[in-house]
């Protein structure tokens, strides 16, 4: 079964800052999706942005990027120039590429970004 | 403007009784899922769906349980089963092979 460890609970960063968020998975596929979402305040998840295994360049959102390490199977998320509005829980997620699992999402635990003026 | 509409946004019931919670997607996606958020702890599935009349235990479906009579809707009952049924319960939608999900505002179910 595929895993996502979020090994960092809470994480604080000063205003127009950055901050690496850092996200683990364990999978035996070759082709899968990742992707951060964001859960402020309002508890609505937002997708902040996701990356296809099979591409090399890392996915880029604004003030968002990823670093994918596939070997490595790391997936951690760069927010630069951090504002306010940031402050968040964040989530790592994984999804198969094969419809067999019917696109079911595998969540970390998530990280408590919290962003200080 | 599409999107997923979750109802209520809160919900108080008597313990040992049954509860459905409302989730219904004007998107057009064929796929649609249940999750249970608790606190200090990732989204846990509980049910999804990938076509009408059809669906698929999670990982933790003890105590649930769903219909997909249309497309756009996919009700979770609470039963009386569920051991700890007060939570957070997020609704989400795709479209089956690309992209990630599209969520809900969720439901916060608090049983006395």
């Known amino acids: 079964a595929q895993t996502v460890t979020q090994s960092q609970p809470e994480m604080s960063v000063q205003e127009a800052e950055t901050v690496t968020l850092s996200c683990t998975y364990d999978?035996?596929?070759?082709?899968?999706?990742l992707f951060w979402y964001k859960q402020p305040p309002s508890r609505q998840m937002i997708l902040v942005i996701r990356q296809e295994a099979y591409k090399q360049q890392n996915a880029t959102e604004n003030r968002f990027s990823v670093n994918f390490q596939k070997a490595a199977k790391s997936f951690s998320l760069k927010i630069s120039d951090s504002q306010l509005g940031d402050a968040a829980m964040y989530f790592c997620a994984y999804r198969r590429g094969q419809e067999t699992s019917g696109s079911r999402l595998t969540f970390g635990e998530g990280t408590q970004l919290t962003v200080n003026p | 403007d599409g999107g997923i509409t979750q109802s209520p946004k809160y919900l108080f019931r008597k313990e040992g009784q049954n509860v459905t919670l409302s989730c219904e997607q004007n998107l057009n996606h064929d796929a649609m899922y249940w999750y249970r958020q608790d606190p200090g702890q990732g989204l846990r599935l509980i049910y999804y769906?990938?076509?009408?009349?059809?669906?698929q235990k999670g990982d933790i479906a003890e105590g649930y349980s769903v219909s997909r009579e249309k497309k756009e809707s996919f009700p979770l009952t609470v039963t009386s089963a569920q051991k700890n049924p007060t939570a957070f319960y997020l609704c989400?939608?795709?479209?089956?092979?690309?992209?990630?999900?599209?969520f809900g505002s969720g439901t916060r179910l608090t049983v006395v």
């Open positions: 769906s990938q076509i009408v009349n059809d669906f």
């Open positions: 989400a939608s795709s479209i089956l092979g690309i992209g990630g999900y599209t």
């Open positions: 999978t035996s596929e070759s082709d899968y999706y």
